[in-house]
């Protein structure tokens, strides 16, 4: 496996109120002295337990605002704390245990913010925690040249959830390893088969073995959301899905995180600032910062701007303080990416 070093485009300059309101109840409040994030701010059974999603949500920011120092507290806990004997990292640990499962999505956004982190900051540690965590997500993560959800510690998925698939990952992986092209080009088809006809949504899994989508009546907005954000980072657009979610913000005010497959209709009344931030990143990479406004300034709406309150600055419930990290790490990936394009609300 070639160690060259890949160049990098991106700059993400500008900083907002609100984006720095998030980072310091992220840093402040929802980190722990390791360097972990918390799953949620509200101390309840798990709330304190680290999950790898949020450690490459988090290295991925700091790459993002060109903070090696952020971005290496992360690196190093993720070393210290949650890599398994197999090379790959743990979906959940806790302060004593840690879970023997993986799953296929969370290591290939570690793997990406390595391989960026590599480049970017130039330390071969990033490169070579890459080159083994890769290593056995081809081994222990893919079956028959599929990308598949996870390895619990003995025996590997039967099925894919097309929100896993990150095709910029795979690719990315393959100027590296040529034989990831393979996984890359199998993955791409499940997701572009994946459409629904008639619809602007995509199922939610594929089975292997059966060679069957799922067949759900209803789908997940966040689960769509990010399989769209997938195929967007590889330059495969579908504008029926993007004129859906102008039309829902435009018409409803709002979107949902449910929708009839047979109607479109909404299933579900709850908003999330997941799928707002995901939505709003997707926007960007369509060039509709129109949409990207809408859709941030929804988001704003679900922030804690009361001074008073222990969750000041986040994004999650005032009254039961429920803040959860993939909430607001999602806020602060997309007030980043468009914070030089963002016109706020008058009543915001």
């Given at each position: 496996?070639?160690?060259?070093?890949?160049?990098?485009?991106?700059?993400?300059?500008?900083?907002?109120?609100?984006e720095k309101l998030v980072r310091e109840?992220?840093?402040?409040?929802?980190?722990?002295?390791?360097?972990g994030i918390f799953t949620n701010y509200?101390?309840?059974?798990?709330?304190?337990?680290?999950?790898?999603?949020?450690?490459?949500?988090?290295?991925?920011?700091?790459?993002?605002?060109?903070?090696?120092?952020?971005?290496?507290?992360?690196?190093?806990?993720?070393?210290?704390?949650?890599?398994?004997?197999?090379?790959?990292?743990?979906?959940?640990?806790?302060?004593?245990?840690?879970?023997?499962?993986?799953?296929?999505?969370?290591?290939?956004?570690?793997?990406?913010?390595?391989?960026?982190?590599?480049?970017?900051?130039?330390?071969?540690?990033?490169?070579?925690?890459?080159?083994?965590?890769?290593?056995?997500?081809?081994?222990?993560?893919?079956?028959?040249?599929?990308?598949?959800?996870?390895?619990?510690?003995?025996?590997?998925?039967?099925?894919?959830?097309?929100?896993?698939?990150?095709?910029?990952?795979?690719?990315?992986?393959?100027?590296?390893?040529?034989?990831?092209?393979?996984?890359?080009?199998?993955?791409?088809?499940?997701?572009?088969?994946?459409?629904?006809?008639?619809?602007?949504?995509?199922?939610?899994?594929?089975?292997?073995?059966?060679?069957?989508?799922?067949?759900?009546?209803?789908?997940?907005?966040?689960?769509?959301?990010?399989?769209?954000?997938?195929?967007?980072?590889?330059?495969?657009?579908?504008?029926?899905?993007?004129?859906?979610?102008?039309?829902?913000?435009?018409?409803?005010?709002?979107?949902?995180?449910?929708?009839?497959?047979?109607?479109?209709?909404?299933?579900?009344?709850?908003?999330?600032?997941?799928?707002?931030?995901?939505?709003?990143?997707?926007?960007?990479?369509?060039?509709?910062?129109?949409?990207?406004?809408?859709?941030?300034?929804?988001?704003?709406?679900?922030?804690?701007?009361?001074?008073?309150?222990?969750?000041?600055?986040?994004?999650?419930?005032?009254?039961?303080?429920?803040?959860?990290?993939?909430?607001?790490?999602?806020?602060?990936?997309?007030?980043?990416?468009?914070?030089?394009?963002?016109?706020?609300?008058?009543?915001?």
């Amino acid at each position: 496996m070639n160690s060259k070093r890949l160049s990098f485009e991106y700059d993400y300059p500008c900083e907002t109120l609100d984006e720095k309101l998030v980072r310091e109840f992220v840093e402040k409040k929802l980190t722990s002295e390791y360097g972990g994030i918390f799953t949620n701010y509200k101390m309840e059974f798990g709330s304190r337990d680290v999950l790898s999603e949020s450690e490459g949500l988090s290295m991925l920011y700091y790459l993002y605002i060109k903070d090696e120092a952020g971005y290496r507290r992360h690196y190093e806990f993720v070393m210290d704390k949650m890599m398994l004997k197999n090379n790959l990292v743990s979906w959940r640990v806790g302060e004593d245990y840690k879970y023997t499962s993986s799953a296929s999505i969370d290591d290939l956004r570690i793997i990406r913010a390595l391989l960026i982190g590599y480049s970017v900051f130039g330390d071969k540690e990033y490169f070579n925690l890459a080159k083994r965590i890769i290593a056995s997500v081809k081994k222990y993560e893919c079956r028959n040249g599929f990308l598949v959800d996870y390895y619990d510690g003995y025996t590997k998925s039967g099925t894919i959830t097309l929100s896993y698939i990150d095709l910029y990952t795979m690719n990315l992986i393959s100027n590296y390893e040529l034989s990831f092209k393979s996984i890359y080009e199998n993955s791409r088809w499940v997701l572009e088969n994946g459409k629904i006809e008639g619809t602007p949504f995509f199922r939610n899994r594929y089975n292997l073995r059966t060679k069957q989508y799922s067949s759900e009546y209803k789908v997940d907005m966040l689960q769509n959301a990010i399989v769209v954000e997938h195929l967007a980072e590889d330059n495969i657009f579908y504008m029926d899905f993007i004129k859906f979610i102008k039309s829902e913000i435009e018409k409803k005010g709002a979107v949902y995180s449910e929708y009839y497959i047979r109607d479109l209709k909404p299933a579900s009344r709850i908003e999330s600032t997941a799928i707002y931030a995901t939505l709003a990143r997707v926007a960007l990479y369509y060039r509709d910062v129109d949409l990207y406004n809408m859709l941030i300034n929804r988001m704003l709406k679900l922030q804690c701007k009361n001074r008073l309150s222990p969750i000041y600055g986040a994004f999650g419930n005032e009254a039961n303080l429920y803040a959860h990290s993939f909430d607001n790490l999602n806020a602060l990936l997309a007030l980043r990416m468009g914070g030089c394009y963002i016109v706020k609300e008058d009543n915001n």
